[in-house]
């Protein structure tokens, strides 16, 4: 069946979600995905962060679908035609979508280990305000240890439903999930156990933001200070391909290796994850690329970098006298409208 997104028109079989369409064309109309993840069953329907607009349902009923409809949930029909980009309706939604999930979300990015990495912050930097306009509090939560692979920060969690998803299809006997419901639903497991069942520690690597994160690396470094690699050894439990985190020689952190979208290709074992620290566990293949806008490449060792020569006068250095005035905001009365 055919389906136009922006305008590209492409083929697909039926079943195919918007969200799968829209990543075959690939490019700027793939709408965000915070809770959808191609390799979990059933994911998806949570976020609405993939709000799309349906300007014409199908050859059959060209009538346009009148709210906003989640691409990752919503299958094509022969003749759909969906605006993504190029829609102000599905922009605006997402921008708001954004906004709500950054009521409860603390904006520790500074001290978060999946800065740099995070679904949110970057769904933020696209599609985020400069300001919020919520004064209430945000939601806060008791610690709870889950156990010695995994950190658990549930007032960073959005409840995307993926690392329960995990649990279910990947590991041997779930023992978390989200309890509660409304304002009071949070990951936590039933009731004060540890999750060390193999395969767990893959809920890091679904969790699109800090709120799962690898203790092991706790603090250790910013992901860009770190040179990724792929590399790969004989597991028996999994393919064995990751992508190991090196500062120096030391291997700070093994992941398993994601994809243009941050999903995993293929999920490794906790023993690679967490037991394979030294170089000689692993073969080296080379470095791992990634998108050209991530920040991951601040560090970017895979090409040569030009040497730069600043050429300063010392009056450029010095700034000019009003400009002195500006910073210094003496003068200058803080406005706080936008805040207002
Ligand atoms: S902990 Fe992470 S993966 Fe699990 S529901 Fe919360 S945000 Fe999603
Ligand atoms: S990605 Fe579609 S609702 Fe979350």
Request: aromatic share 6%; glycine share 6%.
């Given at each position: 069946?055919k ?42 329907g ?38 993504s ?27 978060c ?6 679904d949110?912050?970057?769904l933020?930097?696209?599609?985020g ?28 969690c ?93 291997i700070?952190?093994?992941t ?48 040569v970098m ?19 005035k ?15």
């Amino acid at each position: 069946m055919k389906v136009t997104i922006d305008g590209q028109e492409i083929d697909v079989e039926p079943g195919t979600t918007i969200l799968q369409a829209a990543r075959m064309i690939g490019g700027e109309s793939v709408p965000p995905a915070m809770c959808y993840y191609s390799k979990l069953e059933g994911s998806g329907g949570k976020c609405r962060a993939c709000l799309v607009e349906v300007s014409k349902g199908s050859e059959a009923d060209p009538r346009p679908m009148p709210k906003m409809m989640p691409s990752c949930k919503t299958n094509v029909m022969d003749g759909m035609e969906v605006k993504s980009i190029t829609s102000e309706r599905a922009l605006d939604a997402r921008k708001a979508v954004t906004e709500f999930l950054l009521i409860n979300h603390p904006l520790d990015c500074p001290v978060c280990d999946q800065a740099g990495e995070c679904d949110l912050q970057n769904l933020s930097f696209e599609h985020g305000k400069g300001a919020s306009r919520y004064i209430e509090p945000k939601r806060t939560f008791a610690p709870e240890d889950i156990g010695d692979n995994i950190q658990l920060h549930m007032n960073r969690c959005i409840l995307c439903y993926r690392c329960v998803m995990v649990a279910d299809q990947l590991t041997d006997g779930r023992c978390h999930g989200v309890i509660n419901r409304g304002e009071h639903a949070q990951i936590s497991t039933y009731i004060k156990k540890a999750i060390t069942n193999d395969f767990s520690g893959n809920m890091i690597d679904v969790c699109p933001v800090g709120a799962l994160t690898d203790k092991t690396f706790r603090f250790k470094s910013r992901v860009w200070f770190n040179k990724p690699m792929n590399a790969y050894r004989d597991c028996d439990k999994c393919a064995g391909k990751v992508t190991l985190w090196m500062f120096g020689n030391e291997i700070q952190r093994v992941t398993g290796r994601k994809d243009e979208y941050h999903e995993v290709d293929e999920f490794i074992c906790n023993t690679c994850r967490f037991d394979k620290k030294e170089v000689n566990d692993w073969v080296i293949e080379g470095p791992r690329k990634f998108e050209k806008d991530s920040v991951i490449n601040q560090n970017n060792y895979t090409s040569v970098m030009e040497d730069v020569v600043i050429k300063t006068e010392k009056q450029i250095l010095l700034g000019r006298e009003q400009d002195r005035k500006k910073i210094s905001m003496k003068d200058i009365p803080l406005d706080n409208t936008e805040n207002k």
